[in-house]
């Protein structure tokens, strides 16, 4: 039995004081909460124009993506191969691929550009030889580019989970051989389009130099001359397996300007651009001036109201922590299940002025009822920045921004700053926004 009025947060919380970075709660049973803004790699596979999505799985798999298409309304450009238990005692798993994406494409009133093609955890157990399969698919259809995705749970702790993995074949149809265009740079592996306010963009543009993104691309053709841009910038940690497969097929360099909250970094990455492109980079004083005085004005409406924040909301949830309480904000928790590298150094530094900044799972079995029970005893006004964290704490008043919301550099701080003033005074629809799966996926 759970005591809700003297809870026993073991395991699912901790002090940043005594957390550790690398493994700061217990792990076993997984909670997953209501909150679905995240896209998933069905999301972003509708990114690439003019293509379709064949998913080859045990049906009981396929109901997850097939809700998201539907949900999305794009359920003319997806289709399902349901592998039943007779293909596994058979072992006719290949055949059952080509025959099956045959007939779905021989169905299709309009024959795509491009098809991705997910298989699952069966076809790698059973050592399906997926060469064979593909190399099968381009001769019946030698118009239609294909290539192999996957929607493989075991992939979740490897190297390359899931969500980098689909970021990387969604680049896949990219080929050498165009002549390099020198006034062009591609953004790579974002889900949602870049602000052209951010600062990195300004500089760019200031300089004569336009930018290709599959989040703009309105056909298959504007996709495929990403392959010409003279280089890709990389800021989404996700994205930089797409880079990297990028530079060794097609010799395509990048550089990798992470997404950050550090004032000094972000003046560093600008200076590195800049120096890459070996163009006049941006006034970043008075970016950075702007910035100030938008956390000022912010620091000054909130004053004590406790501010929260979680992962989905940014790659840097410990680095946007850091700078809010630097400015005065009575930062409270930060809800992430794990942090990636770069947060070490706001993590260290956190722990030493801040010992008492919370940190809590989003994942943990006590998650599903302890926060908002603690939420509604409390009964206090709390601001969330990310849909997980407004979710736990039960509140209204919330920034609606996932995996960075398209900024960067002092424009995303500056921008956060305003968004954080117009959660204050304005409440939202938290259970309407937050159940809408993979926020702002249009296709």
């Known amino acids: 039995m759970i005591d809700l009025h003297n809870p026993d947060w073991s395991g699912a919380s901790v002090r940043i004081a005594e957390a550790d970075f690398e493994s700061p709660y217990e792990y076993g049973l997984e ?17 690439l124009p ?7 799985c045990a049906q009981g798999c396929l109901r997850g993506v097939v ?12 289709s399902t191969v349901a592998v039943c238990e007779n293909n596994v005692l058979d072992g ?15 169905r ?15 076809h790698h157990f059973m050592g399906c030889d997926l060469d064979y399969v593909y190399a099968q698919l381009r001769g019946r259809f030698p118009d239609i580019y294909f290539t192999d995705c996957y929607m493989n749970p075991i992939m979740r702790k490897t190297k390359t989970p899931p969500d980098p993995m689909m970021r990387m074949r969604l680049y896949s149809f990219l080929e050498a051989g165009e002549p390099r265009d020198e006034s062009c740079l591609n953004i ?12 990195f963009m300004r500089m760019l543009r200031g300089a004569g130099l336009e930018t290709r993104d599959i ?10 001359l990403m392959a010409r841009s003279r280089a890709n910038i990389v800021y989404m940690p996700a994205a930089l397996p797409a880079a990297r497969d990028l530079k060794e097929r097609l010799g395509q360099d990048y550089i990798y300007i992470p997404l950050s909250y550090d004032y000094g970094e972000i003046e560093k990455n600008i200076a590195a651009l800049a120096a890459y492109l070996e163009i006049p980079a941006i006034d970043a004083a008075a970016l950075r001036s702007e910035a100030e005085g938008a956390l000022s004005m912010a620091s000054r409406l909130l004053r004590d109201t406790p501010v929260v924040l979680d992962y989905t909301a940014t790659p840097r949830p410990l680095g946007l922590a850091e700078l809010l309480l630097e400015h005065g904000f009575n930062v409270r928790s930060v809800y992430a299940d794990a942090f990636i590298a770069e947060e070490r150094p706001a993590f260290e530094r956190l722990r030493a002025k801040y010992p008492s900044l919370e940190l809590c799972a989003t994942v943990h079995p006590k998650m599903g009822l302890l926060p908002r029970a603690a939420a509604r005893e409390r009964k206090e006004k709390i601001v969330a920045i990310g849909q997980k964290a407004a979710y736990f704490c039960d509140t209204e008043y919330f920034v609606n921004m996932l995996e960075g919301g398209g900024r960067w550099g002092f424009d995303a701080i500056t921008h956060i700053a305003e968004e954080l003033c117009d959660a204050f005074i304005n409440e939202k629809d938290t259970k309407g ?6 926020w702002g996926c249009c296709c």
């Not at 989040?215 to 495929?224: K, V």
């Open 215 to 224: 989040t703009r691309c309105g056909s298959f053709d504007d996709y495929r």
């Open 108 to 122: 299709l009133p309009k024959k795509p550009r491009a098809v991705l093609v997910f298989t699952s955890c069966i």
């Open 50 to 56: 003019e293509s379709h999505q064949i998913f080859v």
């Open 67 to 78: 809700l998201t298409a539907a949900e999305m309304g794009a359920q003319e450009r997806f």
């Open 92 to 106: 006719d798993m290949e055949a059952l691929i080509i025959d099956g994406v045959t007939d779905v494409l021989n």
């Open 188 to 199: 790579i592996g974002n889900n949602y389009p870049t602000e052209l306010s951010s600062d």
């Open 433 to 438: 926004i937050i159940q809408i799966k993979g």
């Open 31 to 47: 909670y997953g909460s209501p909150a679905r803004g995240l896209w998933n790699i069905v999301h972003t596979g509708m990114l």
